[in-house]
């Protein structure tokens, strides 16, 4: 779920570029292959889109909240659903400090 943002681009890269290169990763220790070193930045830089869209998804949300004295059913359902679609967003970040 916390990559889904990170393949969708590089899916829309794919389709709309031409020359891409496909990288394959080291999966574990053992494996030989170039080793790059990391460079120091916090640990959440590599998920700043994602976080930028958490804070818009939140933000969304929390002025349908506010924006009206009595929230009806189809604002708590925009509510919920602004909600749900950051999930992914927030399991980036959450996967970004480990």
Avoid: D, N
Avoid at 58 to 74: D, H, N, P
Wanted: with cysteine; glycine share 8%; hydrophobic share 55%.
């Amino acid at each position: 779920m916390a990559l889904s943002h990170a393949i969708a681009r590089g899916v829309l890269k794919g389709l709309l570029t031409r020359g891409g290169t496909f990288h394959v990763t080291r999966k574990g220790a053992e494996q030989p292959g170039p080793v790059r070193p990391a460079a120091p930045q916090a640990p959440w830089f590599a998920v700043r889109e994602e976080a930028l869209l958490l804070a818009g998804l939140m933000l969304a949300a929390a002025a349908l909240w506010v924006g009206s004295a009595e929230t009806t059913a189809q604002q708590a359902a925009w509510m919920a659903l602004l909600l749900l679609q950051s999930l992914p967003y927030a399991a980036a970040l959450s996967c970004a400090k480990r």
